[in-house]
C-alpha cells in the first residue's frame, strides 16, 4: 500500500498563489500526479530523438546550430503540410507557419487580432493557458457552455443573435478545441462543426481550431473544422507536443495567407533550428500513422482505467463525461469545492488540477476537477482514484 504523504506546509503556501503551475512544480515526492496533462513518459521517444540529434550533426555539421539553420526546416514544413492534408486540409506554403508550440501561434493571433476593445468567445470551461494569453491582449469576453457533444453551438448562436438586436460588438474570434477538449475531453459533434462555422461566415468572426488532442482518438479522427471551410474562416493550430514530446515547442498554424505572413512579421524567435531539424529528422525516420496508433491504443487503456477505477472508488454523486481520446477526464463533485478539497489530496498522495482555473468566473468551477490519465501508469491511476475516493468520501461525510 502507498503510504501515505504528510501535507507540505511549503505546498500549502504554494497552492495559495495562481497560476496552478506553481503549486504543482512542487507535488510532494511520490505524489501521484494525475494533474499532469503530459505525454506518458515511455512514449516519449527518447532514443530516438538522440539518434536524430546526433544522425542531423553527423550530416550537417554545425548548420542546425547557426542562425540561418538547417536544410531540413523546409522540409518540417512540407511534412506538416502532408499530415493536413492526409486529414482534408490543403495549404500552401504561404498559408502555414511553423512555431514554438500552439501556445506561440495562440499569443501571435491574439497579438494580431486582438485589442483592448476586441471580444472573444471562448469555450467554457477552455484551457487554461489559452485564456491567460487572451487576457493579456483584452479583458471582453463571451463564454459559451460546453457539454458531452462540445460547444453548445445552438446556445452561441442565440447569444450572437441577441447581441446583434441589442447593437453590442460581436466576436473576433472564437477559441474551441473542438476534439478531445482540454479540460473536458469531449468533442464536437460533426453536425456542431458545420453550424460553429456557418456562424463564423453570418456573424463575421474568425474560429481558432486548436487541433492539439485531434490525432490521438480512440475511435475515428472526426473531421477538421478547418477542413469544411471554405471562406478562410478558420486558424487551424496544430502541435507536435502530444504525439512526439512538448519540450521541442513544435507547433503550427495554418489559415490564410495574408494573415499568415502577418503572423510571421510578429514572430521574432528565430525559428529555432536545432529544434524544428532535429524534428523532420526524427520524423522522415518513423511511421508516423503506427506511431499515432500506438499512442491512442496506449491512452485508451489509461483512459479506460481511470473510468472503471472512478466507478468504483468515488460516490454516486460524482459524474464524468467519458472521453473519445485525448488526456484528460472532467469530474463534478457536487457539494464540494475542489480548490479546498486539493490540498487533502495531496497530502493523501494524488494530485488533480481543481475546476475553476478553467473558467472566466472562476466560482462556476468550484464543483469541478480535470484528472489527467495520460501520464501516470495504469498501476497508479487506480491508486490515485482510490485515494481520491477517500478525500471524498470524508468531505461528504457528515460533520
Not at 486529414?87 to 507557419?97: F, H, Q, W
Not at 460547444?151 to 441589442?166: C, G, V
Not at 458545420?194 to 461566415?201: F, I, K, P, Q
Not at 524544428?276 to 520524423?283: D, E, I, N, V, Y
Amino acid at each position: 500500500m502507498k503510504q501515505q504523504i504528510p501535507f507540505s506546509k511549503d505546498i500549502e503556501l504554494a497552492f495559495k498563489n495562481d497560476p496552478p503551475g506553481q503549486w504543482l512544480s512542487v507535488l510532494p515526492k511520490g505524489c501521484i500526479r494525475l494533474s499532469s496533462g503530459y505525454p506518458e513518459p515511455a512514449l516519449v521517444p527518447s532514443k530516438e530523438l538522440k539518434e536524430s540529434v546526433a544522425n542531423l550533426l553527423d550530416a550537417e555539421g554545425d548548420l542546425p546550430l547557426q542562425y540561418i539553420g538547417s536544410p531540413k526546416i523546409p522540409e518540417l514544413k512540407k511534412i506538416i503540410q502532408e499530415r493536413l492534408a492526409a486529414r482534408g486540409v490543403m495549404v500552401s506554403d504561404e498559408e502555414l507557419l511553423v512555431t514554438s508550440g500552439a501556445c506561440q501561434a495562440i499569443d501571435l493571433i491574439a497579438r494580431v487580432l486582438l485589442d483592448d476593445e476586441a471580444l472573444v468567445a471562448l469555450e467554457s470551461p477552455t484551457y487554461m493557458e489559452a485564456l491567460e494569453v487572451f487576457r493579456n491582449y483584452t479583458e471582453r469576453f463571451m463564454d459559451v457552455p460546453v457539454d458531452e457533444d462540445g460547444l453548445q453551438t445552438e446556445i452561441f448562436a442565440e447569444m450572437l443573435k441577441d447581441r446583434k438586436r441589442q447593437g453590442l460588438p460581436l466576436p473576433r474570434i472564437l477559441y474551441t478545441i473542438p476534439t478531445s477538449q482540454n479540460p473536458t475531453g469531449t468533442t464536437m459533434s460533426q453536425e456542431r462543426r458545420e453550424h460553429v462555422l456557418a456562424l463564423a461566415e453570418e456573424y463575421g468572426f474568425l474560429i481558432l481550431e486548436d487541433d492539439a488532442y485531434g490525432e490521438l482518438g480512440f475511435k475515428e479522427n472526426p473531421r477538421l473544422i478547418k477542413e469544411l471551410d471554405r471562406h478562410n474562416s478558420v486558424l487551424h493550430i496544430g502541435s507536435f507536443s502530444k504525439v512526439v514530446a512538448p519540450g521541442m515547442r513544435i507547433g503550427w498554424v495554418a489559415g490564410a495567407e495574408e494573415l499568415i505572413t502577418t503572423l510571421n512579421w510578429f514572430k521574432k524567435d528565430l525559428h529555432h533550428p536545432f529544434a524544428q531539424s532535429t524534428m523532420a529528422t526524427f520524423l522522415e525516420t518513423i511511421d508516423f500513422d503506427e506511431r499515432l496508433k500506438h499512442l491512442a491504443a496506449s491512452y485508451q487503456s489509461k483512459c479506460e482505467t481511470m473510468l472503471q477505477a472512478l466507478q468504483e472508488f468515488l460516490p454516486p454523486s460524482v459524474s464524468w463525461y467519458v472521453p473519445e481520446g485525448g488526456y484528460f477526464i472532467w469530474a463534478k463533485v457536487p457539494g464540494i469545492d475542489t480548490v479546498e478539497l486539493l490540498p487533502k489530496a495531496l497530502a493523501a498522495g494524488m494530485s488533480f488540477v481543481p475546476g475553476k482555473y478553467f473558467f472566466l468566473n472562476p466560482e462556476e468551477g468550484t464543483e469541478f476537477l480535470r484528472l489527467s490519465f495520460s501520464y501516470a501508469s495504469e498501476e497508479e491511476i487506480v491508486q490515485g482514484i482510490r485515494l481520491l475516493g477517500e478525500v471524498v468520501q470524508k468531505a461528504l461525510a457528515p460533520k
